[in-house]
Nanobody, 131 residues
Framework: QVQLVESGGGLVQPGGSLTLSCAAS????????IGWFRQAPGKEREGVSC????????YYVNSVKGRFTISRDNAKNTVYLQMNSLKPEDTAVYYCAASNRIDSAQHMGAVTMASGWYDYWGQGTQVTVSA
């Protein structure tokens, strides 16, 4: 059974940090591109970052560039999203997703943030940034 499970969310003060994890089972993550998405209350889901194994490149939306880092541990079949300098506007439910149709995050850029590319989704983890 193919499954993605996010963890690591929580409540953090502005300026703080969190690391989200996305653990895969039923398939091998190193053959897929992994995207992180988020959805705030009353807003549409938006892409945050993508990582592709084929060329090892990454993509970040401008709002998180320089603050968030996506990485993977193939041995643990897990992808991470390190989030630093968190802001209240980062508050959302964060989802990870997997796609075998994205071959280069760097080359495809913003296209990788379209949810239609992704076939498998996790259930989400809540991140709240508040004083």
């Amino acid at each position: 059974q193919v499954q993605l499970v996010e963890s690591g969310g929580g409540l953090v003060q502005p300026g703080g940090s969190l690391t989200l994890s996305c653990a895969a089972s039923g398939f091998t993550l190193d053959r897929y591109a992994i995207g992180w998405f988020r959805q705030a209350p009353g807003k549409e889901r938006e892409g945050v970052s993508c990582l592709t194994t084929s060329d090892g490149t990454t993509y970040y939306v401008n709002s998180v560039k320089g603050r968030f880092t996506i990485s993977r541990d193939n041995a643990k079949n897990t992808v991470y999203l390190q989030m630093n300098s968190l802001k209240p506007e980062d508050t959302a439910v964060y989802y990870c997703a997997a796609s075998n149709r994205i071959d280069s995050a760097q080359h495809m850029g913003a296209v990788t943030m379209a949810s239609g590319w992704y076939d498998y989704w996790g259930q989400g983890t809540q991140v709240t940034v508040s004083a």
